[in-house]
T-cell receptor, first 116, second 116 residues
Framework: AQTVTQSQPEMSVQEAETVTLSCTYD???????LFWYKQPPSRQMILVIR??????QNATENRFSVNFQKAAKSFSLKISDSQLGDTAMYFC?????????????FGTGTRLKVLA | EPEVTQTPSHQVTQMGQEVILRCVPI?????FYWYRQILGQKVEFLVS????????KSEIFDDQFSVERPDGSNFTLKIRSTKLEDSAMYFC??????????????FGDGTRLSIL
């Protein structure tokens, strides 16, 4: 069975600084995707970034980038130039492509607060 | 941008009562999911639904739970006889079909279910 671990329950960062959220996972599968979702207070989860396991190149989306270390089963999220609007709960999620259902396995989340 | 909508946002129910949580997925999506998050815990997969049938369910999804897509637009989760431990936030998600497996899930705002 797959598991996803986010070891940082809460983090804070000063506006305009950089912060890294960690995520590790455990799987014996080879064909999978990893995702980071953001959940602002009282709002729905929004996709931040995704990474295909077969790609060696780390995904980037504007100020968001990942450090994907497949051998170490690590998938951290880096937020550069943090903005107040980045304040949210961040969830790491694993999806096994070969399952056919594309369900997600989530981590427990990291609550990020960006300070003015 | 199309959204997944869930109603109600908050449901309070007496233990032993039946409850129906409603979701309207994005219109051209084909995969549907329910997840739940007990306060302070991780988001857990409950069930996936595709082609008008359950494609996978977790061990949480016992005989008290059922899902339906009664009219081609709504996707409902029914809990037949609620227990105190069913108190949680319930998230609906939908996903498009695609030739690539990297289609992400889109989430609703969630329904907070409180069992008294």
């Amino acid at each position: 069975a797959q598991t996803v671990t986010q070891s940082q329950p809460e983090m804070s960062v000063q506006e305009a600084e950089t912060v890294t959220l960690s995520c590790t996972y455990d799987t014996s599968e080879n064909n999978y995707y990893l995702f980071w979702y953001k959940q602002p207070p009282s709002r729905q989860m929004i996709l931040v970034i995704r990474q295909e396991a077969y790609k060696q190149q780390n995904a980037t989306e504007n100020r968001f980038s990942v450090n994907f270390q497949k051998a170490a089963k690590s998938f951290s999220l880096k937020i550069s130039d943090s903005q107040l609007g980045d304040t949210a709960m961040y969830f790491c999620a694993f999806m096994n492509v070969d399952s056919g259902t594309y369900k997600y396995i989530f981590g427990t989340g990291t609550r990020l607060k960006v300070l003015a | 941008e199309p959204e997944v909508t869930q109603t109600p946002s908050h449901q309070v129910t007496q233990m032993g009562q039946e409850v129906i949580l409603r979701c309207v997925p994005i219109s051209n999506h084909l995969y549907f999911y329910w997840y739940r998050q007990i306060l302070g815990q991780k988001v857990e997969f409950l069930v996936s639904f595709y082609n008008n049938e359950i494609s996978e369910k977790s061990e949480i999804f016992d005989d008290q739970f059922s899902v339906e897509r009664p009219d081609g637009s709504n996707f409902t989760l029914k809990i037949r006889s609620t227990k105190l431990e069913d108190s949680a936030m319930y998230f609906c998600a939908s996903r498009a079909w695609g030739t690539l497996s990297n289609q992400p899930q889109h989430f609703g705002d969630g329904t907070r279910l409180s069992i008294l």
